[in-house]
């Protein structure tokens, strides 16, 4: 079984400061990870995701996350926030070798970028 | 490019009144599943299928019904709505196999119970 920890349902930022929003997972298997963006009223859209490979995973906006097993945490960082940042961002955790398992997902954490 | 297409947008519903949440996806995706987004809880799988014929339920599937005839639809019925199913409902697909593959998401349907 599965499960994520996002840790703060709030973080704020003021633009071109660092963004972190952290992630836990709990996996009985080695995990897939992914971040989630949510724009308001819209869908979710992938912002990266860790299957096997580099630990240190690049995906869009500019964000990146580290796949850390000891910690088992998968934490997103941005160096310099932007405005446009502003939006909810979902952890997510789905088994390796499961083919049909359900991505399971964190609570969300609310990011607010101010000027 | 349509991906994984949802109607209706907006919904509001008596209690006691059914409905269905259309899901269409054409990437020729074998799964498919349905989440329900609530305020401070994040998404929660309601009912999933790996191919045409086969659904099983996730975490709340109470209330709702699937099924899965083809290949590119997953409609989401709900059999007699109550306030507790007012909450915004996403449709996801992804290839099978590995469920490392990316999912993709409707746009979201706002459903209101009266």
């Known amino acids: 079984a599965q499960s994520v920890t996002q840790l703060g349902s709030h973080v704020s930022v003021s633009e071109g400061a660092l963004v972190l929003l952290r992630c836990n997972y709990s996996s009985s298997v080695p995990p897939y990870l992914f971040w989630y963006v949510q724009y308001p009223n819209q869908g979710l859209q992938l912002l990266l995701k860790y299957t096997t490979g580099a630990t240190l995973v690049k995906g869009i906006n500019g964000f990146e996350a580290e796949f850390k097993k000891s910690e088992t945490s998968f934490h997103l960082t941005k160096p310099s926030a932007h405005m446009s940042d502003a939006a909810e961002y979902f952890c997510a955790v789905s088994g390796i070798n499961q083919a049909g398992t359900a991505l399971i997902f964190g609570k969300g954490t609310t990011l607010s970028v101010s000027s | 490019n349509a991906g994984v297409t949802q109607t209706p947008k907006f919904q509001v519903l008596k209690t006691g009144q059914s409905m269905t949440l259309q899901c269409a996806q054409d990437?020729?995706?074998?799964?498919m599943s349905w989440y329900r987004q609530d305020p401070g809880m994040g998404l929660r799988l309601i009912h999933y299928s790996v191919g045409a014929g086969i659904t099983d339920q996730g975490e709340v599937p109470n209330g709702y019904n699937v099924s899965r005839s083809t290949t590119e639809d997953f409609p989401l019925r709900l059999l007699s709505a109550a306030p507790s199913q007012t909450s915004v409902y996403f449709c996801?697909?992804?290839?099978?196999?590995?469920?490392?593959?990316?999912?993709?998401f409707g746009e979201g349907s706002w459903l209101t119970v009266v």
């Open positions: 996801a697909s992804r290839e099978q196999g590995n469920s490392g593959n990316t999912i993709y």
């Open positions: 990437m020729n995706h074998e799964y």
